[in-house]
């Protein structure tokens, strides 16, 4: 029985521990029988392989594995056999702590505690449902559970400025679930199996899909830490917006590079950085939302989605912060109301490839306007009210629009659109005969293999992960290097002026299409592109790019062309900045 129990238990903790890389490396090695039968699958379930490497291996062989192949240095685990902490695995278990730690907490706590350990011992987490029932006692749950998580009875699942969950580790919850006297007869007689497999709420759905997140952005850092800190800070000191925008050049042509360059310097913005002046903060953050919109078929997606996450069945490699975009496909938007609640107090990327979706239903306008403006959003149905809660997050969007000669016709029937167009980016793509014969010949270079992302993709998407993490004061890096602001000045107000006034001039009516929301978005797009100049100076500041600051005044200009039906001869304007 202990043996059977162990090799459970030595399952558990190779599927935790170690990647799918690290764990197929492992059985290779050990030469498992039919071990390759298992690489297919291992996408869908990585149990199986974790299983096949438990059976076959001993203590000893398991220590030499974990001195090897050091896996999530970050993860913990609290087993009746084995220990696994602060990236050290001891071939003992911690059972015994974690009983010590419940009899000083129940000593500390009495009947408070043994209910609450009750309510966490059914399911095996602390969350909303288990705060409700607390509060019907009059319980405070959080010091409780607080003293639990130092106790290391717990650990956190959650965590934001309001609110907080915690679990049991699956390795601990037999243990936990004794002491609360529940045995698993016991369980499945009071019912306790139907409140385990409770369908979960879209909100509850949500947090484990952030606490996924979250693992998987701290799993890349703590790799790029361990393995290519020098060469992502050495790629850093020469990398540039201009290096990034000759990359992409090089890769789609002089047409179609800008929208991926848009879509990654909005990956920089995400770290959502102070810009200050010289005499202090202005209140601005560098984060802002973009939306490409146009014709179906003018590579809209590609840019917002497949150079970001990664696409077309692995040809094209993300160049995106790992763990900080969330796809948004086939969400309606009453459902990301809901879910957005579990954001609260974070920084992600919200990536909708279909937004004219969103608006067939009603009264999607305002509430979206809020999430824009990363304002209070409060939601009442029927049934149910949702919020308020602030929403600290930003998009990156695609929608279809008829374009013409004179200008472009929004598919979507609101008349209030134009005032979610307003708290965007805004970039037209329409299908001229030049843009058609760049895509077809992007596919056709695609297909062959002659665009290769391999090496230039990797390099970028660790560098802005390292800035993100840096600039957000992630633990692993926040006593390595420090977050600096990005500092703008008057200069740039004045290069700004100058290019609305040529605008303005140009315009024939009094009457504008556009608000002066532009040039705070324009601002911030120039700090984000800055950001990628973060190791090539030694200052507590980092200043505005010139390149990046001639990238704003493109957009401006192309922009308020766009939003007033084109009457203006935008390169006669870029070439007042040239």
């Not at 007689?189 to 606490?211: F, M, Q, S, W, Y």
């Not at 009457?511 to 978005?521: K, P, T």
Request: one cysteine or more.
């Amino acid at each position: 029985m202990a043996s059977e129990e162990k090799r459970t238990e030595r399952k558990l903790l190779i599927c935790r521990v170690f990647s799918k890389e690290d764990a197929f490396e492992v059985g290779k090695e050990l030469e498992i029988p039919f071990f390759d039968r298992l690489v297919n699958c291992w996408e869908a379930d990585n149990d199986e392989a974790s299983l096949e490497i438990a059976k076959k291996i001993d203590d000893l062989q398991l220590k030499n594995i974990f001195a090897k192949h050091k896996g999530r240095g970050w993860s913990v685990f609290r087993g009746k056999y084995y220990t696994y902490e602060d990236g050290e695995l001891k071939l003992g278990g911690s059972w015994e702590k974690v009983q010590a730690g419940i009899a000083e907490a129940n000593k500390r706590y009495d009947k408070d505690f043994g209910y609450l350990l009750k309510l966490i011992a059914k399911t095996g987490s602390f969350g909303l449902e288990e705060f409700r029932e607390a509060s019907k006692r009059n319980i405070d749950p959080y010091p409780i559970l607080e003293r639990l998580e130092q106790l290391k009875v717990v650990v956190p699942s959650y965590r934001s400025e309001e609110y907080r969950e915690w679990k049991v580790l699956e390795e601990t919850l037999p243990l936990v679930r004794a002491e609360a006297g529940i045995s698993a007869s016991k369980i499945k007689a009071k019912g306790v199996t139907t409140i385990v497999e409770k369908k979960a709420t879209p909100l509850e759905d949500e947090r484990k899909k952030i606490a996924e997140m979250d693992s998987e952005f701290d799993g890349y850092l703590n790799d790029l830490i361990k393995h290519k800190l020098r060469a992502t800070v050495n790629f850093g000191r020469e990398f540039s917006a201009v290096y990034l925008a000759d990359y992409l050049r090089g890769l789609f042509g002089d047409l179609l590079y800008f929208d991926g360059f848009l879509s990654i310097i909005q990956q920089y913005g995400l770290a959502n950085v102070e810009i200050v002046n010289p005499q202090g903060k202005t209140g601005m953050k560098t984060g802002w939302s973009l939306a490409l919109f146009g014709e179906p078929g003018t590579g809209k997606s590609f840019a917002t989605r497949d150079l970001i996450l990664g696409g077309l069945g692995g040809q094209v490699h993300p160049h995106g912060i790992p763990g900080r975009n969330r796809y948004c496909g086939g969400i309606t938007p009453a459902r990301f109301i809901r879910i957005g609640q579990a954001y609260a107090g974070r920084v992600f990327n919200f990536i909708v490839p279909e937004f004219n979706d969103w608006f067939r239903y009603s009264g999607m306008v305002d509430v979206l306007k809020l999430a824009m403006e990363r304002g209070e959003i409060k939601y009442e149905l029927h049934r149910e009210v949702v919020g308020p809660y602030l929403f600290d997050s930003f998009f990156s969007v695609n929608y279809n629009t008829k374009v013409s000669g004179g200008g472009y016709e929004v598919s979507i029937g609101d008349p209030n659109f134009n005032a979610i167009e307003d708290r965007m980016i805004c970039r037209l793509h329409s299908l001229t005969k030049q843009r058609y014969v760049e895509i077809a010949q992007s596919q056709k270079r695609l297909a062959l293999g002659e665009i290769s992302f391999d090496e230039m993709a990797q390099q970028i998407r660790d560098h802005a992960t390292l800035v993100y993490a840096i600039e957000r004061a992630h633990p692993f890096v926040r006593d390595r290097f420090p977050a600096k602001p990005v500092m703008i000045t008057e200069k740039i107000y004045e290069t700004i002026g100058k290019a609305r006034e040529a605008i303005l001039k140009r315009i024939p009516k009094d009457y504008l299409r556009f608000s002066a929301r532009i040039e705070g978005h324009l601002i911030r797009f120039a700090c984000a592109c800055s950001l990628l100049n973060y190791f090539s100076s030694d200052l507590d500041f980092i200043p505005i790019n010139k390149d990046a600051l001639k990238w704003a005044i493109k957009l401006y200009v192309e922009e308020a062309s766009v939003r007033s039906k084109e009457q203006i001869q935008t390169q006669e304007i870029l070439d007042m900045f040239n």
